[in-house]
């Protein structure tokens, strides 16, 4: 599968190692962590490893015992959402700077 073409249904996992993923013309490096974050690199970019990151789901849960049950495992996010996350990533940058706008 090539970076342009990836289903998006498709979960990829730390264990599939990093991935680029083109969005609207433009490749980024996505690095899926062990926990459920993720680091995305403008590969294309103006701005030599600029990029953001996102942070795990996170689940907040309540037993009536007192003591927390075990959280549910959380699904990885499909590259459907790593789409719109640099879609919306790209929608701040400034065109003049390369970087996220003030």
Not at 5 to 16: G, H, I, K, L, V
Not at 78 to 97: G, K, N, Q, V, Y
Request: charged share 20%; net charge negative.
């Amino acid at each position: 599968m090539g970076p342009d073409t990836y289903p998006d249904e498709w979960r990829p996992s730390a264990a599939d190692g990093p991935i680029v993923v083109v969005v609207d013309g433009e490749r980024f490096r996505v690095e899926m962590q062990a926990d459920g974050g993720c680091r995305y690199t403008w590969v294309s970019g103006p701005n030599p490893g600029y990029g953001f990151s996102s942070g795990p789901v996170r689940v907040a849960w309540k037993s009536a015992g007192g003591r927390p049950p075990a959280p549910l495992p959380q699904p990885l996010p499909p590259i459907a959402h790593h789409r719109r996350s640099i879609r919306s990533f790209l929608a701040e940058i400034d065109p003049e700077t390369g970087y996220l706008s003030d």
